[in-house]
């Protein structure tokens, strides 16, 4: 018999034994094997361990031999342990941890034996967690050696925000636009760590701090990201008032005519230890402004920021350098007085005065005579002088001119009539030659006009005698009579011969010329006036007929003769006749086949006058004509029975239309639902006239017939009604089918996408689908951006609109969300060693904060340790930076910076010391100062190397005593 070699097996899941199939051993006989027996049959329950399976084989005659195999059952299956979730709690008030409990968990196993047990690093339930997070692991050991551990995390969380009090508000006064002010640092506690208070307004202590209220405000915040502030406020008070400085005072004439002047300055100008506000004018005319004469003060005022004012004056003067300006009276001339050769008592208007401000008084007389007096002929002049307040004078000058104007007298003779003597135009006239007197001696008198007396020369008609008088100033007057010579002899006239003639073409005369009346008179002819008393000028129109001509003349003296003659104007012209046109008209009224015919009567015309008009037409003007042409003739003649007739015709036209008697009403229905219209049917329509009764033809012209489909929206529907004459007349409806049903619009769903490098995503998105009964939607995008834009982090919504040919509308809408879920990246610097700084323990520690970069904002606080320029303590400092997005991604580094104590401590040995042996013996004893030691951080001991201690017996000679002092750092 051959047994299988050994077999190991784990153990079946879940339980504490294993089935075990395996191949059973075989047995062989040279003759013949009896039988075989095993302990275990394949497929038996194995328990964990080594089981030994034994065979036995015998023959037929009772031979036996055995073997045997172990079934290995081995335990390869882990414990299991459930630890509890992760506890997240809030650290106790003031206390930068908290007490947390937990029921420890207890692992299982397959078989028995199993233990649990916690890790060393533990704090346990019921112990005080750190701020921070806590791992708490548990491992679960079966009695095969497998194990299996579990951990859940204790989050402590530092809540409590930092205490930090800054000093009180602090006032100052000061002589400069700001003041240096010390103030203490605020104080900041916390339950755990705090870092130093920043500053994030105001100015730093020792700043100079600018007038007014200033607010500094400190920040603190503990490692945990909690932090607070105070604020308290500086106030700087001005108390150094501003500088002003006024223009040089100004002394100027007055303007031209005016008793002031314009007058531009300059602009006062200011300082002020900080800045001034306002410069203003307190007293006194802007600059530009008119001054009056005289002196005037002008004052200005100069503020600061903190109310303070300083005031400055300057004068102004205006000078009155204008003399006044004086208008005498205008000159006088005078005549003298009657019988007199001067002028008595002549009087004038006084002179006026003006001045640019005021006079002394009225001007007043340096020359000539008073108004009111005689004055003798010939000029006196007048002088007047005018003077103003400032002493300055103007005069002027008068004439008074006194002229002799009375004229001499001269009386002339009674006028003088004498007859023409026979034949001639002239006579002889005598009468006495006047003589002419004056006031004054020394006139003369002359004949200026006329013929001496007894002279045969008058002519007929009147001459004017004028005789003259001039006195010694050159006066003169005049007189004049008149000799008139009558003629008493009438002229002789001659007319033309009596005139026969044709009228003008057209007209009831014509123009007709003759030769005027001739005539001789014994003063000549040229005297002569010849008129046409009766009748019509040569060249002017004469009517058909007989017109009586009578001409005059009248010589010089008046007297006149006539003479006669005719002009005869013969009428042999036809009258004329104009008829209107020809009428053509509608059948009237309505319904009839014939029509009233109002026409114009024709105009007749004769160049004299028509005698009268007939008509020889059928039916007359508002007549009733028939459907056809009528003819109508009219005729007229004049006073001479000359006729002229003239012919019209009257065409009456069937134009009336046939007249629609059933037209059907508009029809307006909603389409059939899911189509683009309906089927409509609709009454017939149906046509009279008046002429041919029904017998009009009725024509469908456009639309669809009753009963058809007909489509959304407005179909006319036309029929054409004509009759025997061509006359038409329409029916026309409208058949409104209206599209009530909306389209069907279906937007794409929402969508959100991840950032991918970029502070946005570009998103494409499928187009909205529509549909609708009716051809002609319009999809329109109300909101959001096109598919395929950039879009940024956050939510944006889109809407779509689909409006039919209807205007019925529809919306749907969707949203993009892109989410930023990508860390920010911080890279810290590396940790730093430094050693410390010179007889101090800490080191003045520099770096370049890190800087976080993301696809979107990101910002970079320090959330632990020391900042960098600060000193840092001996030892390992932790310092810790977070980079946080807009989208609350956080990423945190740390760097670890090592100061180290390099510098050895100071130990300093008393003096030297030299003695004498004490009495009788060779040795003294010595008592000396321990040796002072320092260091730049803490002095760990001090430690005696060599020599002897202080009080101990020293021997004769030199005694070495050796201190060593070493530090923390073993620095020595």
């Not at 809407?799 to 879920?821: E, I, K, N, P």
């Amino acid at each position: 018999v051959t047994c299988p070699a050994n077999l190991t097996v784990s153990l079946d899941a879940d339980v504490c034994v294993a089935v075990v199939n395996f191949t059973s051993p075989t047995a062989t006989d040279n003759c013949q094997v009896a039988g075989v027996v095993q302990s275990h049959m394949p497929g038996a329950t194995f328990a964990k361990g080594a089981t030994q399976v034994d065979f036995f084989a015998e023959d037929s005659v009772g031979r036996a031999s055995a073997c045997a195999f172990f079934v290995i059952a081995q335990d390869t299956q882990l414990p299991a342990i459930s630890c509890p979730a992760d506890v997240a709690v809030n650290s106790t008030l003031g206390v930068c941890g908290k007490v947390v409990t937990y029921t420890a968990p207890v692992g299982t196993d397959n078989c028995a034996g199993a233990s649990t047990s916690a890790a060393g690093q533990n704090v346990g339930s019921g112990g005080t967690f750190g701020v921070g997070s806590n791992t708490e692991t548990f491992t679960v050991t079966d009695a095969s050696g497998n194990t299996r551990s579990c951990s859940f995390a204790v989050h402590v969380q530092d809540v409590e925000p930092p205490v930090i009090v800054c000093p009180s508000d602090i006032a100052v006064t000061g002589v400069h636009c700001g003041e240096v002010v010390n103030y203490s640092m605020p104080n900041a506690t916390d339950n755990c760590a705090v870092t130093a208070p920043a500053r994030l307004s105001g100015l730093a202590s020792g700043a100079t701090f600018p007038i007014g209220d200033t607010l500094v405000t400190y920040y603190v915040e503990d490692p945990s990201g909690n932090s607070a502030s105070c604020s308290f406020v500086v106030s700087v008070t001005d108390t150094v008032a501003p500088t002003i400085s006024c223009p040089s005072d100004i002394s100027l004439a007055a303007t031209q005519g005016l008793c002031a002047r314009t007058i531009s300055y300059s602009a006062p100008t200011s300082n002020d230890n900080c800045a001034v506000t306002q410069v203003l004018r307190a007293a006194g005319p802007a600059s530009g402004a008119s001054f009056a004469v005289g002196t005037t003060a002008v004052t200005f005022g100069a503020e600061d920021a903190a109310g303070l004012v300083a005031n400055c004056t300057f004068q102004v003067e205006v000078l009155d350098t204008q003399a006044p300006q004086i208008s005498c009276p205008a000159p006088q001339s005078l005549p003298t007085s009657a019988g007199l050769c001067q002028a008595s008592a002549v009087s004038y208007a006084a002179p006026t005065a003006l001045d640019n401000c005021n006079l002394a008084g009225a001007p007043v007389l340096l020359s000539g005579q008073a108004s009111g007096t005689d004055f003798n002929t010939g000029v006196t002049v007048q002088v007047f002088q005018a003077t103003d307040l400032a002493g300055l004078t103007a005069n002027c000058t008068m004439q008074v001119t006194v002229t002799d104007t009375e004229v001499p007298a001269i009386t002339c003779p009674a006028d003088v009539q004498v007859a023409a003597a026979a034949g001639v135009c002239t006579a002889t006239a005598t009468f006495a030659t006047p003589v002419g007197t004056d006031n004054c001696p020394g006139a003369t008198t002359t004949r200026v006009q006329g013929l001496a007396s007894g002279s045969s020369s008058f002519p007929v008609g009147v001459t004017t005698q004028q005789f003259r008088v001039t006195d010694g100033h050159g006066a003169q007057a005049s007189c004049q009579f008149t000799v008139t010579v009558v003629d008493q002899q009438p002229p002789v006239i001659t007319c033309p011969s009596n005139i026969t003639l044709s009228r003008a073409n057209g007209m009831c005369g014509r123009s007709v010329t003759f030769s005027p009346a001739t005539a001789t008179d014994n003063c000549g002819s040229g005297g002569v006036t010849i008129s046409l008393a009766v009748g019509q000028a040569s060249g002017t129109f004469f009517s058909v007929g007989r017109t009586e001509q009578m001409y005059t003349a009248v010589d010089g003296a008046g007297l006149s003769a006539s003479c006669y003659f005719s002009v005869t104007v013969v009428d042999d012209e036809q009258p004329t006749i104009s008829c209107p046109s020809n009428v053509a008209v509608n059948t009237a009224p309505a319904g009839a086949c014939s029509a009233r015919v109002v026409y114009t009567t024709p105009t007749t015309s004769d160049n004299c006058l028509v005698a009268g008009t007939a008509v020889n037409g059928t039916f007359g003007s508002n007549g009733t004509f028939p459907l056809g042409v009528t003819v109508e003739t009219h005729a007229v003649w004049d006073e001479e029975d000359l006729m002229s007739t003239c012919s019209f015709t009257v065409t009456v036209t069937d134009a009336e239309s046939p007249v629609v008697t059933a037209c059907p009403s508009d029809v307006a229905l909603a389409n059939t639902l899911n189509q683009c219209g309906r089927v409509v049917t609709y009454a017939s329509v149906q046509a009279t006239d008046n002429c041919d009764g029904a017998g009009s033809v009725i024509t469908q012209v456009s639309g669809n017939v009753s009963g058809a489909f007909y489509p959304v929206g407005r179909t006319v529907q036309g029929f054409l009604v004509q009759d025997a004459a061509g006359n038409q007349a329409t029916c026309v409806f409208n058949v409104d089918i209206a599209d009530q049903q909306a389209p069907a619009l279906t937007c794409p769903s929402n969508i959100v996408v991840n950032t991918t490098g970029q502070c946005g995503q570009t998103v494409t998105f499928a187009a909205p689908t529509y549909s609708d009964n009716c051809p002609g939607s319009v999809l329109t995008q109300l909101t959001g951006p096109a598919s395929g834009s950039f879009y940024p982090v956050g939510v944006t919504s889109h809407s779509f609109r689909v409006v039919d040919a209807a205007g019925f509308a529809t919306t749907c809408s969707f949203t993009v969300t892109v989410v930023d879920a990508e860390l920010p990246v911080i890279t810290c610097p590396a940790d730093k060693n430094q050693t410390t700084d010179a007889n101090v323990c800490t080191s003045l520690v520099t770096f370049t904060p890190p800087v976080g970069t993301d696809n979107c904002n990101v910002g970079t606080v320090r959330a632990f340790g020391r900042g960098p320029n600060t000193n840092f303590n001996l030892g390992d400092s932790m310092v810790v930076y977070q980079a946080a997005d807009s989208s609350f991604n956080g990423q945190s580094c740390s760097f670890t910076v090592t100061v180290r104590d390099a510098q050895a401590p100071v130990a300093v040995c008393p003096s030297n010391i030299q003695t004498t042996t004490s009495s009788l013996v060779c040795t003294a004893p010595v008592t000396y100062t321990t040796p002072t030691t320092s260091d730049n951080c803490a002095v760990a001991g001090l430690t005696m190397t060599g020599g002897l201690s202080s009080g101990s017996q020293f021997p004769l000679g030199l005694t070495g005593i050796t201190y060593q002092v070493a530090d923390p750092s073993g620095n020595t």
